[in-house]
């Protein structure tokens, strides 16, 4: 099946830096969404972009999408404590890939 | 404004004991989801329902079964546990039968089968 891809698997950053996060997918989509898993908690969608969308903003968060090179990415600005979470980008419905594992050092 | 409730939050089972795991959502979404996550892994469907009295198999259905049982109701049952469904299991909901809408997801039942 198919799934978006993120990357890093694994990024760490200190309080205030931005973290960006990216996404490839395969297949054409009709949007992509980004979901936030604190640690033993459920996900939270966090933002959904259109096709035919290429930039999108949510308070502190910047989402991109360039279906040219079937990726997006999100931008996380002055990053908080709280930030710390997986991430997941999802393009095909109802499949999850891995996610990048955040980690915000107060 | 409760969004989606799984019960139990854990559990602990024996090799070949049954169990339901209950979610229920309150926001009149029409399709409900289960998904299992393993450690590292993302999520992985097991069986969803697009709308009251519809369910489908998802990515790994094996070993599950599930009942829609009213529109804000949707369990799911394993009828003889066995030690590779321990896991953390998440019920989800989203407004309506188009598949790639947003979902809202409970906080997860944590499965742990001996």
């Known amino acids: 099946s198919q799934q978006g891809e993120e990357d890093p698997q694994a990024l760490s950053i200190q309080e205030g830096e931005n973290a960006t996060m990216n996404c490839s997918y395969k297949t054409s989509i009709n949007n992509l969404q980004w979901y936030r898993q604190n640690s033993g908690r459920g996900l939270v969608h966090l933002i959904l972009i259109r096709s035919n969308e290429r930039e999108k903003h949510s308070g502190r968060l910047r989402v991109t999408l360039d279906t040219s090179k079937k990726s997006s990415s999100l931008l996380i600005t002055a990053s908080r404590a709280a930030d710390t979470a997986s991430y997941f980008c999802?393009?095909?419905?109802?499949?999850f890939g891995k996610g990048t594992r955040l980690s915000v050092i107060a | 404004n409760a969004g989606v409730t799984q019960t139990p939050k854990f559990q602990v089972l024996k090799t070949g004991q049954s169990m339901t795991l209950q979610c229920a959502q309150d926001m009149n979404h029409n399709s409900m989801y289960w998904y299992r996550q393993d450690p590292g892994m993302g999520l992985r469907l097991i069986y969803y329902?697009?709308?009251?009295?519809?369910?489908d198999k998802g990515e790994v259905p094996n070993g599950y079964n599930v009942s829609r049982l009213n529109k804000r109701e949707f369990s799911l049952r394993l009828e003889s546990a066995a030690p590779s469904q321990t896991s953390v299991y998440f019920c989800a909901s989203s407004v309506g039968r188009v598949r790639n809408q947003p979902q809202h997801f409970g906080d997860g039942t944590r499965l742990s089968i001996l």
């Open positions: 999802v393009d095909t419905p109802l499949v």
């Open positions: 329902s697009a709308s009251e009295g519809t369910t």
